[in-house]
């Protein structure tokens, strides 16, 4: 669980009276976990521990990561309603990207050459994604007819081979 602290514009608090949503777990018959989401090595650390539990045969793990919505929760939503300036300027202090950047930084892992290659990177990757977002996706209509059942239903496939015959006259004229 994501928790940023709202559902929208309304607080947690005003939402459940469980202390925290990790608490919730006990109604699953689950463990729950709770843990600061913008420290990244406490959420690798808490992650591994649920997945072990899980690939051991022990089940779900209810994770509650503790983060905070720094924006808007859309362009249509006036933050300041419910907030206070100086509560999003306490969470900016606490950037995962920044936090995670001093605690490699200190250990001599990161250094400024590697901030402006992932910086890089993480540019070109930006930019690749976002040709491919603006192209047109080359789509079949005859993959409609996909997945939809393990069997397809005799309706669907005289609907499949009516698709099919109007695409093929469709070509046909367009290739005279």
């Known amino acids: 669980v ?9 607080p947690l608090t005003r939402q459940s009276a469980a202390p925290t949503l990790a608490h919730k777990a006990v109604g699953y018959g689950m463990p729950g976990r709770l843990v600061d989401g913008n420290d990244a090595a406490a959420v690798h650390q808490v992650l591994t521990e649920a997945l072990e539990r899980a690939r051991g045969g022990g089940g779900p793990t209810l994770v509650e990561a503790l983060t905070y919505r720094v924006e808007a929760h859309t362009n249509a939503d006036d933050a300041t309603r419910y907030r206070q300036a100086e509560e999003v300027t ?9 936090l995670l950047e001093d605690a490699l930084r200190e250990r001599d892992l990161l250094d ?7 910086g890089e990177e993480a ?27 393990a069997e397809p239903t005799q309706q669907l496939r005289e609907q499949a081979a009516q698709l099919a015959a109007e695409l093929a006259a469709e070509a046909e004229v367009h290739a005279r």
């Open 2 to 10: 994501q928790n940023n602290g709202y559902a929208i514009s309304v």
């Open 90 to 98: 306490a969470w900016q202090a606490h950037d995962p990207i920044r």
């Open 112 to 118: 400024d050459r590697l901030v402006a290659e992932a």
């Open 123 to 149: 540019e070109a990757m930006a930019a690749r994604m976002r040709a491919e977002f603006h192209a047109d996706p080359d789509l079949d209509p005859m993959s409609l007819f996909a997945h939809v059942y």
